[in-house]
T-cell receptor
């Protein structure tokens, strides 16, 4: 499985933008880039996903490098509620096990008031 | 609508006892997954159901672990003869289907403590 690399932790101030990086240099052409986050004492929740083009939704934006070897999750205005572990996950469209999520260690985001 | 629910939320048991953990997925979701999250191990996949069938049980750590799903809905994860290393949060997720763009919705988890 293609692997992802994320910083262990990042810190932000409330109401400022946050850019969470993810490296995936061995990504294949059919791999989707997914982001999930896990708030304290909760199950993970979906944030966003993309393949090649940048994506926006109500929670965040996903910027994907042209060579797809890295991506950045952007929280436009961090709130205290955004403090969580953020996971960058690749899900391939080929092969037999594309249904499961393979979680790495993720990035622990701390938001300061 | 209702999300994924799990019960119990907490379970404390003694080593050697059997436990059953329950998952109620989102109605209409054909795919159901169990994951485990323990200190130092992160989130790991256990088993995947499509309907009532489990085509992938590769993540079950030992034959003490089993799971079933009935009526294409409720799933039960059973751990027999529990050991202390089984202590973890057990998370259930469901998705509309198994595709790479199908979002997995997670329940709140069951925290299992084996004394």
């Amino acid at each position: 499985d293609a692997k992802t690399t994320q910083p262990n932790s990042m810190e932000s101030n409330e109401e400022e933008p946050v850019h969470l990086p993810c490296n995936h240099s061995t990504i294949s052409g059919t791999d989707y880039i997914h982001w999930y986050r896990q708030l304290p004492s909760q199950g993970p929740e979906y944030v966003i996903h993309g393949l090649t083009s940048n994506v926006n939704n109500r929670m965040a934006s996903l910027a994907i490098a042209e060579d797809r070897k890295s991506s950045t999750l952007i929280l436009h205005r961090a709130t205290l509620r955004d403090a969580a572990v953020y996971y960058c996950i690749l899900r391939g469209n080929s092969g037999g096990s594309n249904y499961k999520l393979t979680f790495g260690k993720g990035t622990l985001l701390t938001v300061n008031p | 609508g209702a999300g994924v629910s799990q019960s119990p939320s907490n379970k404390v048991t003694e080593k050697g006892k059997d436990v059953e953990l329950r998952c109620d997925p989102i109605s209409g979701h054909t795919a159901l997954y169990w994951y485990r999250q323990s200190l130092g191990q992160g989130l790991e996949f256990l088993i995947y159901f499509q309907g009532n069938s489990a085509p992938d049980k590769s993540g079950l750590p030992s034959d003490r672990f089993s799971a079933e799903r009935t009526g294409g809905s409720v799933s039960t994860l059973t751990i027999q003869r529990t050991q202390q290393e089984d202590s973890a949060v057990y998370l259930c997720a469901s998705s509309r289907d198994r595709g790479v763009t199908d979002t997995q919705y997670f329940g709140p988890g069951t925290r299992l403590t084996v004394l």
